[in-house]
């Protein structure tokens, strides 16, 4: 079993940075995509953010030029950097991490959720 352990949320004002962090313990054989999720009160949850093993990343629209998905492979942890923050961007934030526990048995693992909130 793999947890997933969210950190970083919080309260900013428009304009501001927040670093979202999340570390993943367990039985861990290896990490293929590391990804963060965003939902809104009403909204589905939507895929913000995601880096591979071999540090490939993708955004959505909303984000790109602000945001920037990282990871530390040899902590097993996935970092959001988030500037430029915007009213719209406030959300509860999911990491989620996909890969193997064993080198025939994968896994999907979540995040407990962070709260972002960006108002003046």
């Known amino acids: 079993q793999v947890q997933l352990v969210e950190s970083g949320g919080g309260l900013v004002q428009p304009g501001g940075s927040l670093r979202l962090s999340c570390a993943a313990s367990?039985?861990?054989?290896?990490?293929?995509?590391m990804g963060w999720y965003r939902q809104a009160p009403g909204k589905e949850r939507e895929l913000v953010a995601s880096?591979?093993?071999?540090?490939?990343?993708n955004y959505a629209d909303s984000v790109k030029g602000r945001f920037t998905a990282s990871r530390d492979n040899a902590k097993n942890t996935a970092y959001l950097q988030m500037n430029s923050l915007k009213p719209e961007d406030t959300a509860v934030y999911y990491c989620?991490?996909?890969?193997?526990?064993?080198?025939?048995?994968?896994?999907?693992?979540w995040g407990q959720g962070t709260q972002v909130t960006v108002s003046s």
């Open positions: 989620n991490l996909e890969g193997k526990t064993t080198p025939f048995v994968r896994f999907q693992s």
């Open positions: 367990g039985r861990i054989f290896s990490i293929n995509s």
């Open positions: 880096v591979t093993t071999g540090g490939n990343t």
